[in-house]
């Protein structure tokens, strides 16, 4: 395909063709590569042993030496990328989809019955975790507090593997993080469809992950915004994250399958995505997420409705503006708006 550029020279405007991206030089390869790392300047300098001015005189395009063969090595070997790459003849598509695919060996589909899906998750998560989860309360802190939750055939076995794994996970000194998005929480204490707790089992689940993570610095739970960086909301599967071991696995669409993702790149950003700041979605911060989950309690025990809820969450919190967002519109009518000073990480 080609398509027209208008070109502004110093002196005189031409319209000239110009085939799409061919990367037909090293530097455009370097180019492209620096602006899909995220990286900044100095990060990426330093995993390529150079300095600052040296990258940024590519980046801008002010010099022309070919990059030395050191260079395309580190590259390579940091991003996991090809070397042939490289190659004069690696042009357009191609180096696209050199650089953009994933390896075979660096994604693993598990399809096992669900003792071995617990053995995998205890072998994973032994020493800590770094959870996203898509629904509120997690996994196991659902079978701890709630009985015959599951219809999957239980067994003394799998018995025997949940309390294992609940026993280490809730252990004071075990390092755990847990994101939840407020939409999932607010459907847990208030949503009347497909919410199969009683007001005794939710306030039991409540109690026992504010105990958790209530002045704990071995475990920080956060609510996030789902509507803050997108118009209809992120959609999210559970993600647990080993940053120090490269490894993360999701829960994929059958419930038996787990998708193992061992690619460098990819762990890095999702990790990067829920721990840098100005990237990461709106969220409470750890010591207020507990808070919340003792000020959501309150109201549950005084029978209070969503609306009569967010009201309360309003008046002795600064995070209302991150569960104003979650209501519907018809629901933002009938309710105040956050007041001012609201906070979002």
Known sequence: MYYFYLFFGKTTKELIWKD??????????????????HLSISKFAKIIGKDRRTLASWIDKTTNKEPSESVQSAISEFFRYPSTIWDKECLGEEFLSEITKIPSEEIKIIDVGYADRLRYILEHESSERFVINPQFPGPMYRDTAVSLMSKVQSSQEIEDLKEQRSSKMLHY???????????????????????????????????????????????????????????????????????????????GPLESVFIEVKNKKIIERIHRHFTYIPEAPHHT??????????????????????LESYEVINRDTDYAGL?????????????????AGQKRS
């Not at 799409?20 to 790392?37: A, F, G, H, L």
């Not at 003792?294 to 005084?302: N, Q, V, Y």
């Not at 569960?323 to 007041?339: A, G």
């Open 20 to 37: 799409e991206k061919m990367y037909r030089n090293n530097i455009d390869k370097i180019i492209e590569i620096y602006n899909r790392s």
């Open 173 to 251: 000194s075990y390092e755990s993080v847990e994101w939840y998005p407020i939409k999932a929480l607010l459907n847990f204490c208030f949503s009347d469809i497909a919410n199969f707790y009683k007001i005794e089992q939710k306030l039991k689940i409540l109690d026992m992950m504010y105990e958790t993570f209530h002045d704990n610095y071995n475990k920080s739970l956060f609510f996030f915004d789902s509507y803050s960086r997108k118009i209809y909301g992120v959609d999210t599967a559970y993600t647990s994250i080993n940053y120090k071991k490269g490894v993360m696995f999701s829960k």
């Open 285 to 306: 911060n750890r010591v207020e997420s507990t808070r919340m989950l003792k000020i959501i309690a309150r109201c549950l025990e005084r029978g209070f409705s969503l």
């Open 323 to 339: 569960f104003y967002n979650s209501l519907s519109p018809t629901l933002k009518e009938q309710v105040s708006p956050p007041k």
